[in-house]
């Protein structure tokens, strides 16, 4: 290399490259790299690679850039890019872009050295690029032998690793923490809650030797520990249950994947199972609900429903929004499981690892059919399978048949179009009114036993003949025809507008509840009855939507010479809801109603209508389109009647093949065919280079053994792309995904990974604080324990360097002075709670909380203005609801307005893929441990809680102490809580309790 | 474990974090402090649903003498609505004002005295026609959730003037949110004390949880002033075995510093003492308690002037970065600048209201000193169409539209870049504005190199500007 170098300062020392003779072949380094380093690298080396091109490197240079393809073709400089580019005659195309076109001279002997076959020889690579496998953590994977330190105490190989490298820098292990500082850090460690006071003693007076190691197991069989640890899962997949940007809309049926996590951490699954799952396990484990709510991971991430559901794929916005939900799949699947930052490959090859920007967009094509949204599903996938293609079918028939009638329609021309609005207007008027007044709609009642009346004020009393009420028509939760006609009602007449003792009055009184009319009229003989006011009360009220409400399109009121009496008549209600020109009470008396149109000429004429378009239709085609029009017609009734006999499908908020319609129509409709996946030159849709293949990372799959290039047969669905991507991942080859799956565990024992960058083990990441532990872990992890979380934890927890004090101890001094961060474990790592953590910790002092697992989860919110962008209202959410009293991975997590205490508190913010949270302290902090409703609710049920407990003061405040911090208070510490207590009450004593640093620190 | 000034840089409390920059603010400064600093403080006045640059402030002739006739743009247009109707002149007449002569269209007019103060930007371009995605473009400088606002990067940067108020207070507009929500003031990866702080001044709740609500009947300020000195006493004895754990310390001090916040927070936005022609001048109208149910340009004066004086007072007393933001989300009806259906009937009180109450913030500044060491940036997501889309609105442009600043080491009375004739897209295509530009001038203004100010998250280096940027020397003074 130093010799190469030498050539080369030599060569541009003398000012200008020397040409060779025309007989001798060009030489490279003599000749054409000066060139290249005075004209060209300064864009296309070390520093920049416009363009995707390099021209220091042989194998860069001859790869060539993103736009051509190898720019240098050898033996033929006619064709090389690179050439037509120093050539160019238009100067905004010409290389080099900012300095003089390169001279006559020059440009021949490139294309000299090109027409020799461009020899570069490889001593002359100067600035060879990095090895791709000389890093820590793309070496194959292999368990390292256990180090024999010469002394010190070891409970178990994790031991002997920290000890050694400690003993390396000459440092030593701090002494075991004692019982009571063990349980409760085990205990928020494994289970995410304080230990009862009970707990405590019983662990600190439990005489047998193995009592923390039953301890351990105890906790790891608890419900508890699944719903702790599935938490830091959904950190890192950034699970949330609403979409994100704008018209933040919920996802209600995102939870059956948190319960997933949950369950696959109670049940101990595999490891390597967990991974294949949630990226195919509709494929991979076929039959299971595991194998279709896992999919939710895909879909965990925020999805821009403005820019796929109002924006279709064919615009540049919606290629954008489709592009950036892609890339979030991507980055989700490659940095949750191989903590490699492969995003940043999107605009260029990726510049510290080696991965390209082809793999990128080979690894955007193996999610190339798949959108997020809710999948049906049933336990049986034979099931699902039937279900899904059965709608599917219906759609495709939906559309056959709709393509023969616009043929029809084409063919039958004007003359049908005019029959259409005639059977359209028909229609109308036997629906509706034809006209937007629809009538008199009542306030909303929660129950069918209100009573409610609308009342008639005729100006004089009359001699009455007959009354008609006319049935409303409403769309509204599909009720269409008699929407809000009474069940039961009353009609009465008579003089006294109160109609306080009316019963001669009574025109009509239901005793049993009538059937819905439709849009008939009903009439009721009044012929006998006098009165100035007329009043219709409805006994039962309509259902609506579970609500109930009383509706009428119409009275009209005919005196005893058949002349209308009514009109002119002041309308009254007990209430009445006056919205637009739709509902008011002087609707009731405007002449409009659904069934004045359908009477004797309606329904008849609209049949009769129907019929004669039929004809006309048929006419219009030919023999063999109308006999496909019959079969379509005949299939989709069947279709109907066969999804009928299904039950209800579940639903998740996964990844799936979507049939949707509109801008948002998915792939379904295509047949789940992929979308074609092009490389996005800087990441720009509009420059689309080549069309690229399902894949993973090519030179890791070289590596690794793992071939990259996914060989999947002809024909092969799009699941069998995932399926290879989540078998690429899973294998035990991949050394990647069992270091990063033992570095998060660990960081979360710990609170400090040994490589601190847990989503990124390329050269932008950390190294490991303990290179032969993590690799002893990995392998262990994925040999020795097949993936067993339970097994990880245990070997982690009972080792003596987890047990390890947190205090600083005597002789220790070097340590926090040379290795301040603990980097090399001399001693355990206070903990500040997470957000999850202080949230259950205070609902469980307080006596307040719930065990409930799973389902649908709590909104700690009043939604407003769900019709729009959805307002997420957590100020209006009442604290004493005890729905909400459960554990907060139950609590449904909006993207936009994040919930404001848990987000004071650092939670994870589920926008972002969080491997390691934020740990802050701030005065907003504290006003919200202060001030937040939680708190302050909560310490009152706190005092509540101990007042029952305890007799009196002074050990309530301890009763108290010792539920939140699990150990008694010393005299000067129950004397002024007890003082503090006593002046100011107890509840006021309790909320100062869990403000303590102590209840928000664990040793 | 970890010292103070350990806990400073690694536990990413930020460089001037509101616990610690009374104590270190010197040495709390990020390496990226690079440039003499202009300014020290920021409002951002953000209009969400997209205001009209044609109608406001890009005066465009050649839309008056075309108006009516069938739009051509030389080039088919990806309109976010489809139908792209004639061109449309801008709704309202423009005059000159100042020395320099800006063309100012009459529903801005309050504005016309602070010209000479102000720079423009005509050639802003964006990437995308979504509400969203341009939205989070402008106030995070990515067009994806998951990245800190502005304000967030500021106060993670510079750290804080006051230590009993937030570094970044945000006003929404209080009819609601715009586009994201929060996601435009988050803090992101950045620690949560730099995520703007939410205020609604004059509100029952101005603050969240600064003090206790209805259900803490049992709460006093006595309670609370005895309760924080046995806090103290006990946390006291639980750090002293642990000395070497400085969050312990920095815990015991944050609930001082709230203590202080509860008493500065509600003098801060506290009116009263404001003299009647200061109120008048942000258009406030005590007066009035009624206003009629449509939208008219009195009331939205006075809601933004409210918003706008609450700024002043905040800024004065320490405040760092204030975001104001007019226009809640897309509901009906319009309570936003997104006129689709209606320009002059949405745009009109939507624009004279924040005209007249910010001409009355630079004023006000100015008449205290402040405006020279104070950036003031007005932006949106996106302009607005020169054709019609039918009826009487426009639809999405992201192609062009206009930015404006003033104050702290601004040049007054300047124009750069300009629109094409139509204000379609930017005269000079090739060279156009984009917000990594306007951040990284304010950056700089405020002292920092913005390429310098990162934070690597999830293996990349990130900063406000991405991997753009460049300086807008035309406009620095």
């Known amino acids: ?1003 | 474990m970890m010292t103070r000034r350990s806990l400073l840089q690694t536990a990413g409390q930020g460089f001037g974090a509101l616990a610690l920059s009374s104590l270190e603010a010197a040495e709390g400064l990020h390496p990226s402090a690079t440039v003499r600093p202009r300014a020290k403080r920021v409002v951002q006045l953000f209009m969400g649903g997209a205001a009209s640059h044609i109608d406001l402030f890009d005066y465009k002739p050649a839309l008056i003498k075309h108006h009516g006739e069938p739009s051509d743009f030389g080039e088919p247009v990806e309109a976010f609505q489809n139908g792209l109707g004639p061109w449309k002149r801008p709704v309202w007449d423009f005059q000159q004002y100042g020395q320099c002569g800006k063309h100012l269209s009459d529903i801005v007019a309050p504005l016309a005295s602070c010209v000479d103060d102000m720079a423009f930007i005509h050639n802003l371009v964006g990437k995308t026609g979504v509400h969203s995605q341009g939205t989070l473009l402008q106030a995070t400088g990515f067009n994806l959730p998951g990245f800190p606002g502005m304000g967030a990067w500021v106060s993670y940067g510079l750290g804080s003037l006051s230590d009993n108020l937030p570094t970044f207070v945000v006003l929404p507009d209080h009819r609601g949110f715009a586009s994201n929500g929060p996601k435009n003031w988050d803090s992101a990866f950045l620690p949560s004390q730099h995520a703007g702080t939410v205020i609604y001044p004059g509100a029952e709740t101005p603050i969240a949880d600064l003090f206790p609500g209805k259900a803490g009947a049992y709460i006093t300020r006595d309670s609370d002033a005895t309760g924080l000195r046995v806090l103290q006493q006990l946390n006291g004895r639980h750090a002293a075995p642990r000395l070497d754990d400085g969050r312990l310390d920095a815990r015991i001090r944050s609930y001082e510093l709230a203590a202080k916040m509860q008493l500065a927070a509600p003098e801060a936005l506290d009116f009263s003492k404001e003299p009647q022609h200061i109120k008048e001048m942000y258009g406030i109208r005590d007066d009035k308690r009624v206003w009629p149910t449509e939208i008219n340009a009195e009331e939205e004066a006075d809601y933004m002037g409210r918003k706008c004086l609450a700024a002043r007072r905040l800024l004065e007393r320490g405040v760092r970065f204030v975001q104001i933001w007019s226009g809640n989300d897309n509901g009906f009806p319009r309570r936003n600048w997104d006129s689709h259906e209606d320009v002059e009937r949405d745009h009109g009180p939507l624009a004279w209201g924040m005209a007249k109450a910010a001409a009355a913030l630079i004023q006000d500044l100015k008449q205290r000193g402040l405006l020279e060491d104070t950036i003031i940036l007005w932006t949106t997501e996106f302009g607005r169409m020169p054709s019609t889309q039918g009826g009487k609105g426009r639809d999405h442009n992201p192609y062009v539209f206009t930015n404006w600043l003033c104050g702290g080491g601004i040049r007054g009375g300047t124009t750069h870049g300009e629109s094409d004739q139509w204000g379609y897209k930017p005269l000079d295509r090739d060279n156009p504005t984009m917000v990594y530009d306007i951040h990284a001038t304010m950056l700089h203004l405020l002292g920092i190199d913005h390429t310098k100010l990162t934070v690597r998250h999830n293996g990349i280096d990130r900063r406000l500007t991405d991997v753009h940027g460049h300086l807008i020397r035309e406009i620095l003074a």
């Open chain 1, 1 to 1003: 290399m130093n010799n190469a170098r030498c050539i080369l300062s030599m060569a541009l020392w003398g000012g200008l490259p020397m040409v060779g003779s025309a007989g001798a072949p060009v030489d490279f380094v003599r000749e054409v790299r000066p060139l290249f380093e005075q004209h060209c690298v300064k864009c296309h080396g070390p520093e920049k690679q416009r363009g995707g091109l390099r021209l220091d490197v042989k194998k860069a240079a001859l790869a060539g850039g993103e736009e051509h393809g190898p720019d240098i073709i050898p033996g033929d400089s006619e064709r090389s890019p690179l050439v037509r580019l120093i050539e160019s005659p238009d100067a905004d195309h010409r290389m080099p872009k900012n300095g003089p076109a390169l001279s006559g001279e020059a440009t021949a002997l490139i294309k000299r050295w090109i027409n020799e076959g461009a020899v570069w020889p490889d001593s002359a690579d100067a600035t060879r690029l990095g090895d791709a496998a000389d890093w820590w953590s793309l070496r194959p994977l292999r368990k390292p032998p256990v180090p024999t330190p010469a002394a010190g105490s070891l409970r178990n190989p994790v031991d002997a690793f920290v000890l050694e490298r400690l003993k390396k820098e000459g440092l030593a292990p701090g002494p075991e923490a004692d019982r009571r500082t063990l349980i409760r850090r085990l205990s928020f460690d494994l289970l995410g809650l304080p230990p009862s006071p009970e707990a405590v003693a019983a662990f600190v007076d439990d005489p047998d030797p193995l009592a923390y190691e039953r301890m351990v197991d105890r906790f790891l069989e608890s419900p508890r520990y699944g719903e702790r640890w599935a938490r830091h899962w959904l950190d890192v997949v950034h699970y949330g249950e609403t979409h994100g940007y704008d018209k933040d809309k919920p996802r209600p049926n995102a939870w059956p994947y948190r319960d997933y996590v949950i369950r696959s951490f109670n049940e101990d699954k595999p490891y390597a199972r967990f991974v294949r799952e949630q990226i195919a396990g509709d494929v991979l484990y076929p039959g299971t609900v595991d194998g279709i709510v896992a999919l939710g991971f895909v879909a965990a991430g925020p999805w821009d429903y403005i820019g796929h559901a109002e924006v279709p794929e064919t615009k540049t916005d919606g290629k954008v929004a489709r592009h950036l939900d892609r890339d979030d799949m991507v980055q989700n699947t490659v940095g949750t499981f191989c903590s490699l930052t492969v995003q940043c490959a999107q605009c260029h090859n990726h510049k510290f690892d080696p991965i390209s920007m082809r793999d990128y967009y080979s690894l955007q094509a193996v999610f190339a059919a798949v959108d997020r949204a809710d999948k049906p599903y049933f336990e049986d996938a034979d099931l699902t399978k039937r279900y899904v293609t059965l709608q599917w079918r219906q759609k495709v028939l939906s559309q056959s048949l709709k393509t023969l009638e616009d043929e029809a329609v084409k063919r039958a021309g004007p003359a049908l179009a005019a029959l259409e609005t005639r059977i359209a207007n028909a229609a109308k008027a036997v629906r509706g009114n034809g006209v937007p007044e629809s009538g008199y709609h009542s306030a909303i009642a929660p129950s069918p036993d209100v009573e409610k009346w609308v009342q008639l004020d005729l100006g004089r009393s009359v001699q009455l003949g007959e009354i008609l009420l006319a049935p409303c028509y409403d769309d509204y939760a599909g009720i269409g025809g008699g929407f809000g006609f009474p069940r039961r009602f009353k009609i009465e007449v008579g003089d006294d507008p109160e109609f306080r003792s009316n019963l001669s009055g009574l025109v009509q009184l239901s005793q049993e509840d009538v059937p819905n009319p439709g849009t008939r009229p009903q009439t009721f003989d009044a012929r006998g009855k006098k009165g100035r006011y007329l009043r219709v009360t409805a006994l039962k009220l309509a259902e609506r939507k579970n609500d109930f409400i009383f509706a009428l399109a119409e009275i009209r009121v005919s005196d005893a010479d058949g002349k209308t009496a009514s009109s002119g008549a002041v309308v009254t209600s007990l209430d009445s809801i006056e919205s637009g020109p739709r509902w008011a009470r002087k609707n009731l008396l405007d002449g409009h109603y659904p069934g004045l149109l359908s009477g004797a000429k309606g329904p008849e004429n609209l049949a009769g209508l129907r019929a004669d378009r039929e004809k006309m239709l048929a006419a219009a085609l030919s023999g063999d389109q109308r006999k496909s029009l019959a079969q379509v017609r005949e299939e989709l009734t069947e279709v109907a009647a066969s999804l009928g006999t299904f039950p209800k499908p579940n639903l998740v908020y996964a990844a799936t093949v979507h049939y949707g319609s509109g801008a948002f129509s998915g792939t379904g409709p295509n047949g789940g065919k992929p979308r074609e996946i092009h490389m996005l030159k800087r990441g720009d849709v509009k420059s689309t280079g080549d069309l690229v293949d399902p894949g993973a990372v090519t030179e890791l799959g070289n590596l690794f053994d793992l071939p990259a290039h996914f060989e999947l047969p002809a024909g092969a669905g799009e699941e069998a792309r995932r399926a290879a991507l989540a078998n690429w991942i899973a294998d035990k080859k991949n050394p990647l995904t069992w270091r990063s799956i033992v570095n998060r565990v660990w960081q979360y024992h710990f609170g400090k990974a040994m490589v601190d960058t847990s989503n990124d083990f390329g050269r932008m990441g950390g190294l490991p604080s303990h290179p032969e532990l993590l690799d002893w872990l990995a392998a262990t992890f994925r040999d020795d324990f097949e993936g067993s979380w339970k097994k990880l934890h245990r070997l982690i927890v009972t080792s003596q360097t987890y047990c390890q004090t947190s205090l600083e101890t005597a002789g220790q001094e070097a340590a926090l002075r040379g290795d301040a961060d603990n980097r090399l474990l001399w001693r355990q790592n206070r903990r500040k709670l997470e957000a999850e953590a202080v949230h259950d910790a205070i609902l469980q002092v307080s006596g307040k909380l719930r065990d409930e697992m799973g389902g649908p989860s709590y909104q700690d919110f009043v939604i407003e203005k769900p019709e729009h962008s959805p307002h997420y209202e957590y100020q209006l959410h009442d604290p004493e609801d005890p729905a909400c009293h459960r554990r907060s991975i139950y609590r449904f997590i909006v993207r936009s307005q994040q919930q404001p205490f848990m987000t004071t508190m650092d939670c994870a913010d589920p926008s972002m893929r969080v491997d390691k949270r934020n740990e802050s302290i701030s005065p907003l902090q504290a006003l919200s441990m202060m001030n937040n409703d939680l708190t302050v609710s909560m310490a009152k049920h706190f005092a509540e809680r101990v007042e029952a407990e305890s007799a009196d003061l002074e050990s309530r405040v301890a009763r108290a102490f010792e539920l939140a911090l699990g150990r008694s208070p010393a005299a000067e510490e129950r004397q002024a809580l007890a003082d503090y207590a006593a002046n100011q009450g107890l509840a006021n004593a309790c909320r100062l309790i869990l403000n303590l640093n102590e209840f928000s620190f664990v040793d």
